[in-house]
């Protein structure tokens, strides 16, 4: 009952709000804060207090993406997608997922991946979804199984990869509109956005997509073929018109880091209409993963420091960054297994990570919470964070040698669908950049100053 009382008083605030928010924005953007603030208490009052402070700010880049955001999203969008990932997944979401964790004794993830097909009409270099065809797909039962489950442990933030998810399109509206209370990221290489997909979003309210790209022309069509520039544009231009919620996906490789952080690529996203950019450290993975396209220490640096430039507030750019690797200062390290995501792949294996294609449970076999107590998932509980220094957080790009532990102390399988690729072999493609990475990582870990986070590891835990 009370979370229905808070979703019906959330919905006619967000309403009253939007409906002027066109003749007095900076008020009515104080008006949203004043109401996270006092429906979102899990979130610290000096963060509300910097937001409002920005927002007063007409040259804040934070309020100006605010602003661009209320001028060019559909307010029901809007209203939908605030509902579902504020009110659902950030307020009950958060309270239920951390209850569930003292319950079960084990990771409860904020966010599932999952991808509904291994299909994919695209064939990009080092990408290991290139590799495996049509041959693997859930269904929409499937589908609604992992959802279904998800609310349970308080999961309602689902991002579906692939293979390329809108292939399943059909069925992932479908899946988007019985479950209004969930957020969909979907991540797509854009070839199959068209205007029946536009019009379907805007009826769910609760989908939001990140589309594939990698700098200029000559970068992105260097590794995603010949074409994939000019599609991408086309579905922006197609999206912005429809007035949609869209961001970037940005897998950074060694060729391209220069080209995907210029600013002159930032000001067309900008001007496209994306809002949000969500950048991956290149990872070696499959047969055709090669270890020279892991950007270099060198990069790394300059990522970390770009990162902190264009979030500025006062110098910044207008649009919400962030960066899985470099930003595991915030999130206190790595957040797989199960601490904040995990991973479902098309044949249904349950894998601690999207860049780590091993498992020891399926969800044909076992449920959520099942494979969530298992060894390796409670390998990664007890092993987080694999490193103190969170510049340094992943088990196997940084750390390969725990990797190796891990899957060898659990007897976890290969989930490759072509080959089964030794966990030595994928952490062999890891140990040059390891090793060169450490000593970079610590000065930079002893040269500046990292948040304060609010989090607790299994080593602190009563239960230890």
């Known amino acids: ?141 499937e589908m609604r199984s992992i959802v279904k489950q998800g609310k349970e442990m308080g999961t309602h933030f689902y991002m579906l990869t692939g293979g390329e998810p809108l292939i399943r399109k059909k069925d992932i509206i479908t899946l988007a509109s019985e479950n209004r209370e969930c957020t969909f990221l979907i991540y797509t290489n854009s070839t199959l956005i068209d205007q029946e997909l536009c019009d379907n979003i805007k009826s769910c309210g609760n989908i939001t997509l990140a589309l594939s790209i990698e700098g200029s022309k000559e970068s992105n069509d260097f590794r995603r073929g010949d074409g994939a520039y000019d599609t991408t544009i086309k579905a922006m231009e197609l999206l912005k018109k429809n007035k949609i919620l869209f961001g970037i996906s940005v897998c950074y490789t060694s060729k391209n880091v220069e080209s995907v952080t210029s600013d002159e690529f930032l000001a067309d996203m900008i001007e496209k209409g994306v809002k949000y950019a969500l950048y991956f450290n290149y990872m070696p993975v499959g047969s055709d993963g090669r270890k020279e396209l892991i950007p270099t220490p060198m990069q790394r640096e300059y990522m970390y420091m770009w990162l902190k430039r264009t979030r500025n507030g006062k110098n910044g750019k207008p649009i919400f960054v962030m960066d899985f690797q470099d930003d595991g200062e915030y999130v206190g390290g790595c957040i797989a297994g199960g601490r904040n995501y995990f991973h479902i792949n098309s044949k249904g294996d349950i894998e601690p990570c999207v860049f780590v294609h091993y498992s020891d449970s399926n969800i044909h076999d076992v449920s959520l919470i099942e494979s969530l107590q298992r060894p390796l998932f409670q390998a990664y509980r007890k092993g987080q964070p694999f490193n103190d220094n969170h510049l340094m957080p992943c088990p196997m790009l940084e750390n390969p040698q725990i990797l190796r532990r891990i899957i060898k102390e659990t007897g976890a399988k290969s989930t490759d669908h072509l080959i089964n690729e030794d966990v030595d072999a994928l952490c062999d493609k890891c140990e040059d950049f390891s090793k060169a990475w450490a000593p970079v990582a610590e000065r930079l870990w002893a040269e500046n100053s990292h948040p304060k986070i609010f989090t607790q590891y299994y080593r602190d835990s009563g239960e230890k």
């Open 1 to 141: 009952m009370e979370h229905k009382i808070v979703h019906f008083a959330a919905d006619k605030a967000i309403s009253n709000i939007l409906k002027y928010i066109d003749k007095e924005p900076q008020k009515n953007l104080m008006k949203i804060l004043n109401v996270a603030e006092k429906t979102f208490k899990m979130y610290p009052k000096e963060n509300y207090a910097k937001m409002k402070k920005a927002v007063l700010d007409d040259s804040n880049a934070h309020t100006i993406l605010a602003k661009n955001i209320l001028r060019d999203v559909d307010r029901d969008l809007i209203k939908s997608l605030l509902l579902s990932l504020g009110v659902h997944a950030g307020f009950y979401g958060t309270k239920t997922v951390r209850a569930n964790r003292e319950k079960y004794k084990c990771n409860i993830p904020w966010i599932i991946l999952f991808d509904p097909t291994s299909a994919c009409n695209l064939k990009c270099k080092g990408c290991w979804s290139a590799e495996y065809g049509h041959s693997f797909q859930l269904s929409l039962d």
